[in-house]
């Protein structure tokens, strides 16, 4: 996960280094996956919550949580791609919304330039 959000925040024209005039604490709150399956159909839900901290050198903070809930469903059975595949597109939807968030994009700019 740490790779991921490195990846998006460079993408977004954030230089991650360490160590940096922002500290940004990435936490993982929630990532539960529900499966159910049926005679013919599975259903697989994901939940999954991160709370973002961003701390300047002045001591300034900002939070910021967000959560992504997937769900999926498909016929017969739900094999371990299926889940894994479901997992991995709400985490990865949960990382793009961190990294387009437009609060915490301005509170790094506005703070890194001590």
Do not use: C, W
Not at 42 to 66: D, E, L, M, Q, W
Request: no cysteine.
């Amino acid at each position: 996960m740490q790779e991921a959000v490195e990846k998006q925040m460079a993408a977004r024209g954030f230089m991650v280094t360490s160590p940096a005039n922002i500290n940004l604490v990435v936490q993982l709150n929630k990532l539960s996956t529900q499966v159910s399956e049926g005679s013919l159909r599975h259903n697989i839900t994901v939940n999954s919550s991160v709370a973002v901290n961003a701390t300047a050198p002045n001591g300034s903070t900002k939070s910021r949580t967000f959560t992504r809930n997937y769900n999926t469903q498909g016929a017969l059975g739900a094999t371990n791609e299926k889940i894994t595949e479901a997992i991995n597109l709400a985490l990865s939807d949960l990382i793009a919304d961190m990294a387009k968030d437009q609060e915490l994009t301005d509170f790094i700019r506005q703070n890194s330039r001590y």
